[in-house]
């Protein structure tokens, strides 16, 4: 079993930047692809990215992010981190960090552990 915490969500005006984290309470952390998805009030749980396996994981963006966040992980830690920076009101939801057995994955169903979501509000 994985428990994942993520910290870092807020209220802040547009074009500021923000950190989420996601600690993950599991020995093989470094054995797990980690996602971050996004939902907003209304809307469907929607990919933001994703970072595969490793130290030197590889990264995928969706098109609304790319440019704007990064996605990193510190298996020392057992922790990923989504550096959001230029935030835009359309950033604002609920963000949560998953993990999962495959690499790679975009869609939420490919997940098998998720944390409890942090609020991400962007003002104009």
């Known amino acids: 079993q994985v428990q994942l915490v993520e910290s870092g969500g807020g209220l802040v005006q547009a074009g500021a930047s923000l950190r989420l984290s996601c600690a993950a309470s599991v020995r093989t952390f470094r054995n797990y692809g980690m996602g971050w998805f996004r939902q907003a009030p209304g809307k469907e749980r929607e990919f933001v990215a994703a970072?595969?396996?490793?130290?030197?994981?590889?990264?995928t963006y969706a098109d609304s992010v790319k440019g704007r966040f990064t996605l990193s992980r510190d298996n020392a830690k057992s922790t990923v981190y989504l550096q959001m920076n230029s935030l835009k009101p359309q950033d604002t939801a609920v963000y949560y960090c998953?993990?999962?057995?495959?690499?790679?994955?975009?869609?939420?169903?490919?997940?098998?552990?998720w944390g409890q979501g942090t609020q991400v509000t962007v003002s104009s």
């Open positions: 998953a993990a999962t057995y495959s690499d790679g994955r975009t869609t939420p169903e490919d997940y098998n552990y």
């Open positions: 970072i595969t396996t490793w130290s030197r994981g590889s990264t």
